[in-house]
């Protein structure tokens, strides 16, 4: 026994501290948030004062890539390593949707899982759960981040728009009375609950095109529910209650390696920012949640200073999809713009095929090991997060794993500006990156929303643009370059037509 107790003790404290060495990692994930809405990027008309010192220490992006311009597939992608369009039902999910995120691949967080790290999904969710048929609301909801690799979640299930409007804790409603049980409906009215679009009167945000089902906390939303009352939300309470569960869980494990995904609801609809940014910005509601996001980051960054976990921590800032302005409320934000341009100088917004659809802003910070004030013109797509945390932590991949992920570490870390070789993005065609190209293929549906008053980039016949020179793709260069037309429309069905690009 005497004998092998040093070698013993020795593995052990060598086993203790490759584990505290082994970084913590936070990817705060915005809503909605565009690439002109943050003032490090730009912006004159508001401050992000926290989210600009993340970008003053580490690196900023300016051609970083949702895989979508909308967030279930971005989600999706992000958190599976393959573009979400591979996967039928990954569209913007409803809020009883069953799980679509498969169990039996190792997803991001289980990766992290299997490195060693304790992991949390904190915010929302927007990837379904339950089995087929969706979740039983009043008793266990599983599948769900759980099953997925997550050790802990608190969560919004779906959308702050979209019903049932409560906390889900790892597989259970947060503070539900079992003797007024939930019910969610998404196809017809619930007894006599009330509506938006039948007691306008009881509402204190009315929509603009749609919102007009179950009332909730004087809001109308998608959706109709009853029951639920003790448990439903207040939603200008959210983000203190999500950041608070996110600080929760930080001090609860800051003596071994962390992942969060800090999923915020802003700046997602309906806007209803807490009395501490209330008329605060300027910029009506969508201002005054933008800076009660920055406020948010700022909350995170200060509590990782404060336990002395900074110089261990890289934290990864972005958004699931490009901005829209009037996506369904009458919150004045179009009439108080002010100036302000959510998408910078890009065409389109959310839905759109256009640039400000999917290019959004990416910041990583990691004192030490990130050089700061760095930025970085690589493109960079959020599909690749899952092969670069990979090979951050040195955890194998399977062949199986992460099949459309790229190893942009290098990338990430400020190492490198190599651009990825070719990104496809997605929104209601599908779009082919290449160098300074951008190839949208042809697509039948509407090119203007008319309620979002967004162009969505959809025409008969194909687009291409050299966004070196024209970013605000103003010129279709098509007609001109036949045949790089027809060499990207190759390459795009190539790649559609693999189950693995890595």
């Known amino acids: 026994m005497k004998r092998w107790r040093f070698p013993l003790l020795l ?215 009853s029951g639920g009352k003790a448990a439903l939300w207040k939603d200008e309470d959210i983000a203190d209650v999500l950041t608070g569960k996110a600080i929760q869980f930080i001090e609860a494990n800051k003596d071994k390696p962390f992942f969060i995904y800090f999923a915020t609801h802003d700046i997602h609809v309906p806007r209803a920012p807490n009395m501490r940014f209330a008329g605060k910005s300027g910029l009506a509601s969508r201002g005054d949640v933008i800076l009660q996001l920055d406020d948010c980051v700022g909350r995170i960054s200060h509590t990782l200073d404060s336990l002395q976990l900074s110089s261990n921590t890289i934290i990864i800032f972005s958004s699931d999809n490009g901005p829209v302005v009037d996506d369904g409320y009458l919150d004045n934000a179009v009439e108080k713009l002010n100036g302000h341009t959510p998408a910078g100088i890009y065409k389109g917004g959310k839905y759109s095929a256009f640039e400000a659809g999917t290019r959004v802003p990416l910041i990583a910070s990691w004192p030490g090991k990130i050089k700061p004030g760095m930025v970085s013109p690589a493109l960079f797509s959020q599909v690749d997060m899952y092969a670069s945390l990979a090979a951050l932590v040195q955890q194998p991949l399977t062949h199986d794993d992460a099949p459309d992920s790229f190893n942009s570490l290098d990338q990430l870390l400020g190492n490198s500006i190599k651009n990825r070789p070719y990104l496809v993005e997605q929104a209601g065609v599908l779009s082919l990156l290449k160098e300074n190209w951008k190839y949208i293929a042809p697509g039948d549906g509407p090119a203007y929303d008319q309620n979002t008053r967004i162009l969505l980039g959809n025409l008969p016949t194909a687009q291409l643009y050299d966004l070196s020179k024209d970013p605000g793709e103003q010129n279709n260069q098509a007609a001109k370059y036949p045949e790089l037309v027809q060499s990207m429309a190759k390459l795009l069905q190539e790649l559609q037509a693999k189950t693995v690009t890595r």
């Open 11 to 225: 593995l052990l404290y060598t086993s203790t501290l490759t584990a505290q060495q082994k970084p913590n990692i936070v990817f705060i994930y915005s809503d909605d948030l565009g690439y002109g809405d943050l003032s490090c990027y730009g912006a004159s008309k508001i401050a992000t004062p926290h989210i600009d010192a993340l970008a003053k220490n580490g690196i900023r992006f300016t051609n970083a890539h949702t895989s979508s311009a909308t967030c279930t597939p971005s989600r999706y992608s992000l958190l599976t390593g393959q573009y979400a369009w591979r996967r039928e039902g990954t569209g913007i999910a409803p809020g009883n949707a069953a799980l679509i995120l498969p169990t039996n691949k190792t997803t991001l967080p289980g990766m992290l899982q299997k490195a060693g790290y304790s992991t949390a999904a904190i915010g929302k969710w927007h990837l379904g759960l339950g089995p087929a048929g969706g979740p039983d609301w009043n008793h266990e909801i599983k599948p769900g981040p759980q099953e997925l690799g997550f050790g802990y979640s608190y969560i919004i299930p779906a959308t702050g728009d979209r019903v049932p409007c409560v906390f889900v804790e790892n597989h259970h409603v947060v503070n539900l009375d079992p003797n007024d049980p939930i019910v969610v409906s998404y196809q017809a009215p619930i007894d006599n609950e009330p509506t938006g679009k039948q007691h306008p009167e009881s509402l204190t945000l009315h929509p603009s095109h749609g919102h007009d089902q179950a009332i909730v906390n004087g809001i109308s939303r998608i959706g109709y529910m």
